[in-house]
């Protein structure tokens, strides 16, 4: 690792250097984790964490969503035993599946402090490799984009069928037509409630003021494909574009996904978002309801099989999806439907 160019931890708005200073390998214990690895505050001392003093000693709470307590816990309790001996602290876990506080006392402040980094070093590194459970997305299955969507489909297959890996299977369902602006992993209601808090917020500090508090008319107009190669397509989406020719849109999802990350319940992946709206997917061919995190082509799905889109792109390169005023974006959760046929929302702001 260059030392002058450590890898940074961002936990609860605290930025944390990582510092390797030995590196343990526990073969069949998915559930340990090296936590030698000792983060060192940047930009605010590590005595930020809430620490009160009582009559025999000191104490630590520290929410931590259920799922998360078996990495904490590791295989045998080996983990928590080895993070009370090295930080001379008492650790108590809820029991599993109770959605609770870790407790933390110990002798001495630093003790505590220590024990409390190192478990929050623990849940962010855990945390980072669970799937994603919902995301923020704005909806584009408007009756009319529906209905111009499924004319497009038809006539693909019409005209296109004939070209590799071009079926039915691969297309997006009308009903979850949407752009997704970032993925977010809410591991417990508490979570989820403070995703929907800080979206509200952002109407607040921003949205409003770069929409007006009126919905934004948007077109969707013309297709584009994720990777280089016409003729080994994975995902192709619609471009989506406000009709006064200005940024807005783009400004309300880079400041969205900023915000979020600011806050730790996203992690940044791109330096901006890419407004795309999937119309065809081969995820799809094996399973309808699958939801590619990245939509970014063929990362991670090797058996994954592409299909030409080099006709398609010459016949519908300028597709009109129609037009829409976009009124709101929601905390939308993955593998859902709602009575719309919409993912199934657990919050939302609108723009008017």
Not at 49 to 65: F, L
Not at 98 to 116: M, N, P
Not at 134 to 146: D, Y
Not at 148 to 158: A, G, I
Request: a negative charge; charged letters at 30%; one cysteine or more.
């Amino acid at each position: 690792m260059d030392v002058l160019r450590p890898s940074l931890i961002n936990i609860n708005g605290r930025i944390y250097r990582k510092n390797i200073t030995r590196e343990q390998t526990y073969q069949n214990e998915e559930e340990d984790f090296d936590y030698s690895a000792s983060p060192e505050c940047l930009d605010e001392p590590c005595d930020t964490v809430e620490v009160e003093q009582t009559e025999k000693g000191y104490r630590c709470a520290i929410d931590v969503p259920s799922v998360l307590y078996k990495y904490i816990i590791g295989k045998k309790g080996d983990t928590r035993k080895r993070l009370e001996t090295e930080t001379r602290t008492s650790i108590n876990i809820p029991k599993q599946g109770v959605e609770g506080q870790i407790v933390i006392t110990g002798q001495q402040r630093a003790s505590v402090i220590s024990a409390c980094t190192r478990i929050e070093v623990l849940m962010e590194s855990f945390r980072r490799k669970q799937p994603f459970t919902h995301f923020l997305s704005f909806a584009l299955n408007q009756p009319e984009i529906q209905e111009r969507y499924l004319q497009f489909k038809d006539e693909v297959l019409k005209n296109c069928s004939q070209d590799d890996g071009v079926d039915s299977s691969i297309f997006q369902n009308p009903a979850k037509l949407h752009l997704t602006i970032g993925t977010l992993s809410l591991l417990n209601e508490k979570e989820v409630t403070k995703a929907c808090e800080l979206l509200q917020q952002c109407k607040e500090d921003f949205i409003k003021d770069i929409t007006g508090s009126k919905p934004l008319p948007l077109e969707i107009v013309g297709i584009e494909y994720m990777n280089d190669d016409p003729a080994m397509v994975d995902v192709l989406y619609a471009k989506v574009h406000p009709k006064d020719g200005s940024d807005k849109l783009q400004l309300i999802a880079d400041q969205l996904v900023k915000n979020f990350v600011s806050s730790g319940l996203m992690t940044k992946e791109w330096d901006r978002v890419k407004l795309h709206a999937t119309v065809m997917n081969t995820v799809f061919r094996k399973d309808p309801s699958a939801e590619d995190k990245r939509e970014s082509g063929r990362q991670g799905l090797k058996d994954r099989e592409s299909f030409d889109a080099r006709n398609l792109m010459k016949m519908f390169g300028k597709y009109n999806f129609g037009n829409l005023d976009l009124n709101a974006v929601q905390v939308s959760q993955r593998f859902s439907t709602d009575c719309s046929g919409y993912y199934t929302s657990s919050g939302l702001i609108t723009f008017s």
